[in-house]
């Protein structure tokens, strides 16, 4: 194996022994060192370095590749920054010194170069083709996470008089609407913060405000694990705006039926630092006068993205999920992939007579994010204690619910969920009695 990765380097390494063995981390294996000892040649021995590039291949689907396969990896159920599907980061690993023989990385080209225009328009295309998305809707690759969107939104689609409507399912959506009442009449229309956020609401269960210019929604509360099946139906030329981060390109959707849809990319799509907003074009141009430039969708629209150095290594990430989630056969067999990772999760907790309990409605289960908590957080810290010995982490509930939570994106192998339920079982059994 090292023999092979001196060879794949390039390098020349005469009268050499290689061995190889684990390096540690305090006292947790991380990985694999490969180490040279020279032999006492009688001439000094020189290695000799060739850069070697990678020739261009087809996407190869390898999502299926456990995580665990030898090579020090952990199932990672965190909410975000998450796991990663391992194709992605090998064939990212491969490219990153020189990207298919160009001569250099991703994160060292020009941003208006040929190169990147070719990563970031391809990175668009495969978007468009896996979400369907019409041509009167824009793709834009902007900065400043999900959370810069709470005011790009009212700014660019309201005036400081027009009223906004705001669905509060968890904690947020309640952001969004602190920071939209800064820039326009925003109010909640439905607040479940009195049930902790475990339901959502039916369309007669609130009232749209005549007038207002859109109705927001989060379609999926990371904290809190509540999932939009169905969306409002906003009337009067108001449209729907929804905060997709937590399951954005998890299942179809009809984008045509959202005014505005915006994602970090850090959940289910790539590294943090990256956000994307899909936006109908007639929507773009009628920001207010005090907008941030960086935050005017007509800047961006205008500029392909490139108004200034985007986030190049993030958006080429995206691209390489988005190759890789069409090579898996779109959105559709996702969809149906990650149905069975919850109902596995889910059924655990459901038939375990109360031992793990999930406080959410179950017709509002989120499909992405699996909350449930045990009698006492003493036994939760037993579980979450066990869970990383076995090389799952990650698995904390968010500081202000506290219990347990599984994260469980497009890029968790189903094997990790087996593993977790699991274990799930065994610690049942062994504390049944306390």
């Known amino acids: 194996m090292a023999a092979a990765f001196i060879q794949q380097s390039g390098l020349s390494v005469p009268r050499t022994e290689l061995f190889s063995g684990s390096f540690f981390f305090g006292k947790k294996p991380c990985g694999y060192a490969y180490l040279t000892r020279k032999l006492k040649p009688a001439s000094p021995a020189v290695i000799r370095c060739a850069a070697v590039a990678p020739s261009p291949s087809p996407f190869t689907n390898v999502s299926h590749v456990l995580a665990s396969e030898n090579d020090g990896r952990v199932y990672n159920f965190a909410a975000g920054p998450a796991t990663l ?41 495969d978007l468009r083709s896996l979400l369907r998305i019409p041509e009167d809707y824009a793709v834009l690759f902007v900065q400043g996470g999900a959370t810069s969107q709470f005011s790009a939104v009212p700014l660019n689609l309201c005036s400081p008089e027009d009223t906004a409507d705001y669905i509060i399912s968890g904690a947020w959506s309640d952001k969004s ?5 800064k820039y326009t009449q925003a109010k909640a229309i439905w607040n479940g913060k009195s049930s902790k956020y475990v339901n959502l609401p039916s369309e007669g269960d609130y009232e749209l405000t005549p007038g207002a210019k859109y109705v927001h929604v989060c379609t999926n509360e990371t904290i809190h694990g509540v999932e939009f099946k169905h969306y409002p139906s906003p009337q009067d030329g108001a449209v729907l705006v929804a905060d997709m981060s937590s399951n954005f390109c998890s299942k179809p959707i009809d984008v045509s039926k959202f005014g505005l849809i915006y994602a970090g990319a850090q959940k289910n799509i790539g590294p943090s630092g990256v956000t994307i907003v899909i936006v109908r074009r007639d929507l773009v141009g009628n920001a207010q006068s005090i907008t941030p430039v960086m935050l005017d969708y007509t800047i961006h629209e205008k500029n392909k993205s490139l108004y200034n150095t985007p986030p190049c290594f993030g958006i080429y990430i995206c691209g390489l999920v988005f190759e890789d989630l069409l090579a898996q056969g779109g959105l559709e067999s ?11 999760l889910y059924d655990a907790i459901d038939e375990s007579n109360g031992f793990y309990q999930c406080p959410v409605e179950k017709s509002v289960r989120s499909v992405m994010n699996v909350p449930f ?31 347990i939570r599984a994260s469980i994106y497009n890029a968790m192998p189903k094997a990790g969920v087996e593993k977790l339920v699991a274990l799930m079982k065994s610690f049942k059994s062994r504390h049944t009695c306390e």
Do not use: D
């Open 373 to 403: 908590t045990m009698e006492t957080p003493e036994l939760e810290a037993k579980f979450l204690s066990e869970a990383s010995a076995q090389g799952m982490v990650q698995l904390k509930g968010h500081r202000s619910v506290g219990g």
């Open 177 to 181: 609407l602190k920071e939209a009442k």
């Open 85 to 125: 599907p391992a194709a992605v980061l090998k064939k990212a690993q491969a490219e990153l010194y020189n990207w298919r023989g160009c001569g250099m990385s991703i994160m060292e080209m020009s941003h208006r170069g040929k190169e990147f225009l070719s990563v970031i328009q391809k990175a668009e295309a």
């Open 334 to 344: 996702v969809e149906k992939k990650n149905t069975e990772k919850a109902q596995l």
